[in-house]
């Protein structure tokens, strides 16, 4: 008697490595997905922290009559190099409970371009009007998505310098 199973045959070695290699691919397509969720996540929230930073600016500002200086002597401010110090006078004056930093502060180095970072310039510095008093920039590194720059960055220029395309999210104001 013939067995029923003559004649038919199993799967080539080919043939399943093409299903392997189609299923790897399907299960990744989900992972990419949602590591760009996730970027678009910390850029969101790197926006908000922003918005929330110049409120205390500004509340700091209408209490003192003007922004807070650096605690740094020559150069920025910035949130990667000590977190807790970061704009720390917002919180000593109680201007804010905590002060955001961004959410991949995980070193000392600015790795990536991310980080928060404040400078206060004295009236008249890289030409701007003295009149307009003292001011401050407050700036996002980059964005983590797609672009180098975060939506709605309202941008900040004064006389001889723009710092606008300096970072994801540039703002700045004037003491007057």
């Known amino acids: 008697m ?3 199973f003559v004649g038919q ?13 189609v299923i790897a691919v399907l299960a990744t397509l989900p992972v990419a997905a949602y590591s760009g969720m996730q ?12 918005k929330a930073i110049v409120k205390g600016l500004e509340m700091y500002k209408t209490l003192n009559g003007s922004y807070p200086t650096t605690n740094t002597i020559s150069s920025w401010e910035v949130s990667s ?6 704009l720390s006078v917002l919180k000593t004056s109680g201007v804010m409970s905590t002060v955001p930093v961004d959410p991949v502060n995980t070193s000392t180095t600015d790795q ?4 928060y ?6 009236a008249g510095a890289n030409g701007c009007d003295p009149a307009r008093g003292a001011y401050y920039v407050l700036a996002v590194g980059d964005a983590e998505s797609s672009s180098s720059q975060l939506s709605n960055s309202p941008g900040f220029q004064c006389g001889t310098r ?4 300096e970072g994801g999210w ?3 104001g004037y003491t007057n």
């Open 39 to 50: 970027q678009r996540g910390r850029d969101t929230q790197r926006v908000s922290d922003m």
């Open 162 to 165: 723009s710092w606008s395309a």
């Open 117 to 122: 970072k404040y400078y206060r310039y004295n």
């Open 2 to 4: 013939r067995s029923k």
């Open 112 to 115: 990536y371009g991310l980080l």
């Open 81 to 86: 190099k000590n977190p807790s110090q970061f």
């Open 170 to 172: 540039v703002t700045g």
């Open 9 to 21: 045959r199993g799967f080539t070695i080919v043939e399943l490595l093409i299903v392997v290699v």
